[in-house]
Nanobody, 121 residues
Framework: QVQLVESGGGLVQAGGSLRLSCAASGGVSSIRTMGWYRQAPGKQRELVALMMSVGRPEYADSVKGRFTISRDIAENMVSLQMNSLKPEDTAVYYC???????????????WGRGTQVTVSS
């Protein structure tokens, strides 16, 4: 069973930085897309940053110039470097992967459990 496990969340003051990481495991054959989403209290889950196997990464307008997504394809990992954090970045951050396993030829969507990021003013 594929698992995506996030790490790196925490509490930081406005203007600070955090780095989130997500590792996929459990019979992973290939990963088409890995990305980060977030959900603040009372709001819908939204895209933060997305990186496909080819092409440029995509970012939400609200994080462009502050956040950087990167992938380690060999290690099935994706990271999110978050700089110049703002209180409005406070949310639970989720990792998502479009993954194909060694026993299933179909790419399927998997989510991590999320990691809390809190930015104090």
């Amino acid at each position: 069973q594929v698992q995506l496990v996030e790490s790196g969340g925490g509490l930081v003051q406005a203007g600070g930085s955090l780095r989130l990481s997500c590792a996929a495991s459990g019979g992973v054959s290939s990963i088409r897309t890995m990305g980060w989403y977030r959900q603040a209290p009372g709001k819908q889950r939204e895209l933060v940053a997305l990186m496909m196997s080819v092409g440029r990464p995509e970012y939400a307008d609200s994080v462009k110039g502050r956040f950087t997504i990167s992938r380690d394809i060999a290690e099935n990992m994706v990271s999110l470097q978050m700089n110049s954090l703002k209180p409005e970045d406070t949310a639970v951050y989720y990792c998502k992967g479009i993954v194909r396993t060694t026993v299933d030829l179909t790419f399927r969507e998997y989510w991590g459990r999320g990691t809390q990021v809190t930015v104090s003013s």
